[in-house]
């Protein structure tokens, strides 16, 4: 069972995660922290020595727990289906949050790639296991026939994250489902369509809808 330190200093990461994502690092007071959190000042650096520390360790944990969700998502019994599945886990996680924050990685290379080396580093290493990981599923999605190979299964995945977080920025400015989900019904027609196995791996609208 966690200590009453660890509880307090995850209580901490969690709070100041919502407030990290809706304002970003660079615009998140200590006040806005303290807040949040609803713990002193004494307590908040007792635990982290500063406001950057406490933002680049929220930073890593949530690289780690991402990785675990694209795990999560690249669930079916062929790659195809796999990395359809991890499109409409996307789209409803973004859906569940009303499309406020947007992604977090996202809004981090944005705000820090040229600021904050520290940050950039960070999330520099997420998009590049997410990448890997995408390529992985898309070389065996073309192995299968899923997937055309015209382009390499490597430029297919930096396709496939570029199209995700332009349709995130998207419908986190619009407050609407219709981006995100234009942008993966486009891309799922770009990937899927016409391919020999497509038949046996048919892909899916978000939670089954069919046009």
Same mark, same amino acid.
């Given at each position: 069972m966690p200590s009453k330190g660890e509880r307090t200093r995850q209580k901490i990461l969690q709070e100041a995660g919502e407030l990290f994502r809706t304002k970003g690092f660079g615009a998140t007071s200590v006040s806005d922290l303290l807040e949040a959190t609803g713990v002193t000042k004494g307590s908040l650096y007792f635990h982290f020595p500063g406001k950057d !520390?406490?933002?680049?360790?929220?930073?890593?944990?949530? &690289?780690e727990r991402f990785m675990r969700f694209i795990d999560e998502g690249l !669930?079916?019994?062929?790659?195809?289906? +796999?990395? !359809? &599945?991890?499109? =409409?886990?996307a789209f409803a996680y973004h859906r569940g949050r009303g499309f406020v924050g947007g992604c977090l990685f996202g809004n981090t290379a944005l705000e820090t790639s040229d600021t904050a080396p520290e940050f950039a580093q960070i999330t520099t290493q997420v998009f590049v296991r997410w990448k890997e990981k995408l390529a992985a599923i898309i070389a065996q999605a073309q192995n299968e026939g899923t997937i055309h190979q015209g382009r390499s299964?490597? !430029?297919?995945?930096?396709? #496939? %994250?570029? #199209?995700? $977080?332009?349709? %995130?920025?998207?419908?986190?400015?619009? @407050?609407?489902?219709? *981006?995100? +989900? /234009?942008? %993966? $019904?486009?891309?799922?027609?770009?990937?899927?369509? /016409? /391919? *020999?196995?497509? $038949? @046996?791996?048919? =892909?899916?609208? *978000?939670?089954? $809808? @069919? =046009?």
């Amino acid at each position: 069972m966690p200590s009453k330190g660890e509880r307090t200093r995850q209580k901490i990461l969690q709070e100041a995660g919502e407030l990290f994502r809706t304002k970003g690092f660079g615009a998140t007071s200590v006040s806005d922290l303290l807040e949040a959190t609803g713990v002193t000042k004494g307590s908040l650096y007792f635990h982290f020595p500063g406001k950057d !520390d406490l933002g680049l360790e929220y930073l890593r944990q949530s &690289g780690e727990r991402f990785m675990r969700f694209i795990d999560e998502g690249l !669930d079916g019994r062929c790659a195809g289906e +796999k990395l !359809d &599945g991890f499109l =409409s886990q996307a789209f409803a996680y973004h859906r569940g949050r009303g499309f406020v924050g947007g992604c977090l990685f996202g809004n981090t290379a944005l705000e820090t790639s040229d600021t904050a080396p520290e940050f950039a580093q960070i999330t520099t290493q997420v998009f590049v296991r997410w990448k890997e990981k995408l390529a992985a599923i898309i070389a065996q999605a073309q192995n299968e026939g899923t997937i055309h190979q015209g382009r390499s299964a490597e !430029d297919l995945a930096e396709f #496939v %994250i570029a #199209v995700l $977080e332009g349709g %995130i920025m998207q419908s986190r400015l619009h @407050k609407s489902e219709e *981006p995100m +989900k /234009n942008c %993966i $019904e486009t891309l799922r027609q770009m990937l899927f369509t /016409n /391919n *020999p196995g497509s $038949e @046996k791996c048919r =892909s899916r609208l *978000p939670d089954g $809808e @069919k =046009s």
